[in-house]
């Protein structure tokens, strides 16, 4: 089983940009491929981007491409999210999320982090 635990997340201008980490330990975590999720409160969680366990896979939601990239460090257990020329509809909290193959659905998901707050102000 493996824990994930997200950092990266602030209070930014708009058009600026913010890198996520999130951290994996407890497995191994070059056998799962990795997504990041975005949620605002009283709606479901909505994909961002995934990448397959070994990097040479990525999917993006629509809104996020030219704008995010996800990215891995297998040897550092660490998987990225840099996200550039936000917008104020890009406000939620992010998660990352392990899997057994590159998806876009959160049921698709077996292991989740915590979260981390993203603020974009206008």
């Known amino acids: 089983q493996v824990q994930l635990v997200e950092s990266g997340g602030g209070l930014v201008q708009a058009g600026g940009s913010l890198r996520l980490s999130c951290a994996a330990s407890?497995?191994?975590?070059?056998?799962?491929?990795m997504g990041w999720f975005r949620q605002v409160p009283g709606e479901e969680r909505e994909f961002r981007a995934a990448i397959s366990w070994s990097g040479s896979g990525t999917y993006y939601a629509d809104s996020v491409k030219g704008r995010f990239t996800i990215s891995r460090a297998n040897a550092k257990n660490t998987l990225y999210l840099q996200m550039n020329n936000l917008k104020p509809e890009d406000t939620a909290v992010y998660y990352c999320?392990?899997?057994?193959?590159?998806?876009?659905?959160?049921?698709?998901?077996?292991?989740w982090g915590q979260g981390t707050q993203v603020i974009v102000s206008s």
């Open positions: 407890g497995g191994t975590f070059s056998n799962y491929a």
């Open positions: 999320a392990a899997g057994s193959h590159l998806a876009t659905m959160a049921f698709q998901y077996n292991y």
